[in-house]
């Protein structure tokens, strides 16, 4: 797959987020950006978690800036960026700054062009956002043209990935919205949780939502925790790493939802179902 061209295209924006945390929403962005820059596309990482931000911790970086100093005007998008894995371009954010957590307009303004400016070198920028359902958390969902909804198994991630996207409807009804269950024992328990998840959006709020793929639960993502790696690039063949390829090359395979023919949800297909464990 090559990198788009030309000095008007922008990149495609992708939103990772999850209703409830602890759920490896930041482990599912990082493995796919990587596993989308083996494709050959140029990729970039918003740790948009403003106050809690690790995407740089599970990466074993040392930035000499973060997100903070773009909407304080202390420093440029250029002296923040750090290069992760594969070449990927990570934004990110700062840690236990409470001021953080409830940009000003003024500080979103910032935020904004700053981003503009980083989607003219990008194919796609996939932005971690926090869990829930906050304002700034919302704010982020707003910008992306996609949004992939990370769960796991357990009740209360579910009915936490409900009442996000609940909210995200009430917003915006034509927003596309993509499931990630990440976890899972295999395929079919995947395909149950998001069953359960779809048959409820489908009945209370009149709407479809895709499904992405899932991310088998493997002991060696905590391995690669522990080492500060990415496990698409610690030990690329493990059951884990081959979902996160899966899904990495379904995200690209979509191209952008706006700006041409919208695509429309998928649904899960239990007989079709990829089994990657």
């Known amino acids: 797959m090559r990198p788009r061209t030309g000095a008007t295209a922008k990149a495609t924006v992708l939103a990772i987020t999850s209703g409830k945390g602890g759920v490896g929403k930041t482990n599912v962005t990082i493995n796919v950006a990587i596993a989308m820059a083996r494709l050959g596309l140029r990729i970039g990482v918003l740790d948009a978690d403003f106050g809690l931000g690790n995407v740089d911790v599970l990466l074993g970086l040392a930035p000499g800036g973060h997100i903070g100093h773009i909407v304080t005007g202390e420093k440029t998008l250029s002296e923040i960026v750090v290069r992760g894995p594969r070449g990927i371009s990570i934004i990110p954010a700062s ?21 503009d400016r980083a989607c003219r070198d990008l194919d796609y920028l996939l932005i971690d956002t926090a869990a829930g359902i906050s304002d700034n958390v919302m704010d982020m969902l707003e910008l992306a043209e996609r949004v992939v909804l990370v769960t796991s198994l357990e009740p ?17 009804a034509a927003k596309e919205i993509g499931v990630v269950v990440n976890g899972a024992p295999n395929a079919v328990e995947a395909g149950l ?11 209370f709020l009149k709407r479809s939502i895709a499904y992405y793929g899932h991310i088998t639960d ?11 790696r990415a496990i698409v690039d610690h030990l690329p063949q493990s059951p884990a790493s081959r979902c996160y390829r899966i899904v990495a090359s379904r995200l690209a395979g979509l191209g952008p939802a706006q700006g041409g023919l919208r695509l429309a949800a998928g649904r899960f297909d239990e007989e079709k179902v990829t089994q990657c464990a």
Do not use: C, H
């Open 95 to 115: 840690s236990g700054l409470q001021s953080m957590t409830a940009l000003s307009a003024v500080q979103r303004g910032r935020l904004l062009t700053a981003l």
């Open 156 to 172: 209360s991630a579910i009915v936490d990935a409900y009442a996000l996207t609940k909210v995200l409807t009430a917003a915006d």
């Open 193 to 203: 949780a998001f069953r359960q998840l779809d048959t409820a959006t489908r009945r």
């Open 218 to 228: 493997d002991p060696a993502v905590r391995e690669s925790v522990l080492v500060q």
